[in-house]
């Protein structure tokens, strides 16, 4: 079974046609597959336009100008000239990809938005919900979900029989490589009072798409993949009619991509259910990461928080990570991302940071995770933050290359003549002992989609220890804090709003000598 080590996404647009000006060459139809040959990628998912709107020059879909003479926007503007420009190339911006991937060894997928809310004759309106308008929908209004009422109603055999001729094309006419389902593009699929009953028809249509790749793929001689892209939580996947297990069970499936639907990246997400369920059923599962922190330093990952989920990855059996939306065009952080999120067991005496992230709201079709920040400083009270740590820790010890762990706790508002002690895996940390350091006015520099329950700006202190090698643990770690004091004349909340821990080895590294002391760049009065 195809099991690659490292999946990208493309949507095809945001990165590639919305990007694109007349006159267009084959160079740049090429682009999304030229950017990661010789990274650690071994598998493109490639998105097959707009919700229901295609790019590529499909006999069953609507294709991006189809009923359409005038544009209200640039950037859909260009999609639709670069579908007219891949016409007088002779080809179309799926086949130029899938034919640049076989040449040069990249597998490319294709990816299906199933679901779309968009109205009936919008711009994004395919065919099927085009010609039989309401009829295909949920009708039913949710005011959380704009669009909703305008989604398709898979309980309908118009819908499902269209997502199916639609793949049926790609695969005999296009000859890709294997498919993906996007279930996470608007995951909603039956009326809310229809859902459990549901779930053997959606069981079924995948179990459809199975029984169309195999017959493509006896007629063309080759084994077709199936991969589908799923919510990375179990419940969440059945309150809107997604079996996951059975799929898996059943073999219907051979990757199956579980997308955070948090907005903050978690270097301690457990998501060992879906590995559990994939790896018995001979499958592969991977995990698509959110793409911002909470962090003073940078709002997105850097490649030492990579690394830190990569051990957590490994160590719950998941086969590798399915990134995608990277900053771009790529500059060496991000083909550093690239090289090494394909390798993690590579990369496990490499320096790592795992931390906690703020609890944030409601997402647009979840619930908010459970975290423990921020956590608000009460007299009498003590707080207790758990932190996962996933390196192979003793091994490093026997062999000695471990360095002392750094361990950083961050204070919002903090009075500093509140009184409080500290505690690591019930080991004292004398607060005298901490290297202390603070700014009034840090800034977290980050555009979340949720709301987050910590400040983006507040007066910032940093508790740092260099730990013991001894100290760190495996698994599970604990830090606690009793504060036993607050200032009475400070009636203003003060909290822990961040922890890290960083992982560090004698591995090899260019030598430092003189160097910056790493700051929080101030604001500007």
């Known amino acids: 079974m195809f099991r690659p080590r490292l999946i990208y996404y493309s949507d095809a647009h945001h990165f590639h046609a919305k990007r694109l000006e007349p006159p267009l060459s084959r160079h740049k139809l090429n682009w999304p597959v030229d950017e990661l040959v010789g990274t650690g990628v071994d598998l493109l998912v490639f998105g097959l336009g707009y919700g229901d709107a295609y790019f590529h020059d499909t006999k069953i879909g609507r294709i991006v100008g189809d009923e359409k003479e005038v544009w209200d926007t640039l950037i859909d503007w260009r999609i639709m000239r670069m579908v007219e420009e891949a016409r007088r ?14 040449e040069l060894g990249l597998k490319v997928f294709p990816s299906l938005k199933l679901q779309d809310g968009a109205e009936p004759e919008a711009e994004r309106c395919g065919w099927v919900k085009w010609k039989h308008g309401r009829e295909v929908c949920l009708n039913e209004k949710d005011d959380r979900h704009p669009g909703f009422e305008f989604a398709y109603d898979f309980a309908n055999n118009l819908v499902r029989q269209d997502k199916l001729a639609i793949l049926r ?11 993906e389902l996007d279930f996470m593009f608007f995951p909603a699929y039956f009326r809310k009072s229809e859902v459990e009953s549901n779930i053997p028809l959606m069981n079924d249509f995948v179990s459809q798409v199975r029984a169309l790749t195999r017959e493509v793929g006896q007629k063309q001689g080759r084994d077709i993949p199936v991969c589908a892209r799923v919510h990375h939580r179990r419940d969440e996947n059945l309150k809107i009619g997604l ?11 051979d990757l199956v991509v579980a997308q955070t639907s948090d907005t903050l990246f978690d270097t301690g997400i457990d998501v060992r259910w879906l590995s559990d369920a994939a790896n018995s059923a001979g499958a592969a599962a991977y995990l698509r990461p959110a793409l ?7 709002g997105w990952p850097v490649i030492e928080n990579y690394r830190a989920l990569g051990q957590t990855l490994l160590e719950q059996g998941m086969a590798g990570m399915y990134l995608g939306y990277l900053p771009w065009p790529f500059s060496e952080t991000e083909y550093q991302i690239l090289r090494e999120v394909s390798h993690p067991d590579a990369h496990g005496r490499s320096s790592k940071r795992y931390l906690l992230q703020p609890r944030e709201g409601q997402g647009t079709f979840t619930a908010p995770p459970e975290r423990h920040l921020p956590a608000p400083l009460r007299a009498g009270k003590t707080i207790r933050l758990p932190i996962r740590v996933n390196d192979d ?7 000695g290359e471990m360095r002392s762990p750094q361990l950083t706790i961050r204070f919002a508002d903090l009075c500093i003549e509140d009184r409080f002690s500290i505690r690591f895996n019930e080991t004292d940390l004398p607060v005298a002992d901490a290297e202390v ?11 979340l989609r949720t709301d987050v329950d910590a400040p983006l700006v507040f007066a ?3 508790f740092r220890y260099s730990l013991d090698v001894d100290l760190l643990r495996r698994g599970e770690n604990v830090l606690e804090i009793d504060v036993t004091h607050l200032d009475s004349r400070a009636s203003w909340e003060r909290s822990v709003n961040g922890v890290e821990i960083r992982t560090r080895y004698k591995d090899f590294e260019r030598p430092r000598g003189i160097e910056d002391v790493e700051r929080v760049k101030p604001l500007s009065p």
Do not use: C, F, M
């Not at 190339?89 to 076989?102: H, I, P, Y």
């Not at 911002?292 to 940078?298: G, K, L, Q, T």
């Not at 350091?437 to 555009?447: G, H, K, N």
């Open 460 to 462: 910032g202190h940093w």
């Open 89 to 102: 190339l002779g080809t179309d911006q799926l086949r130029a990809v899938v034919e640049r991937g076989r």
């Open 437 to 447: 350091t603070d700014e009034r006015a840090t800034r977290i520099p980050v555009s």
């Open 393 to 399: 820790l003793d091994g490093a010890r026997e062999e």
């Open 292 to 298: 911002r922190v909470y962090d003073e330093r940078s």
């Open 243 to 253: 079996d996951v297990e059975s799929w898996l069970n059943r073999k219907h499936v």
């Open 169 to 179: 094309e790609a695969l005999e006419d296009y000859g890709v490589d294997g498919i």
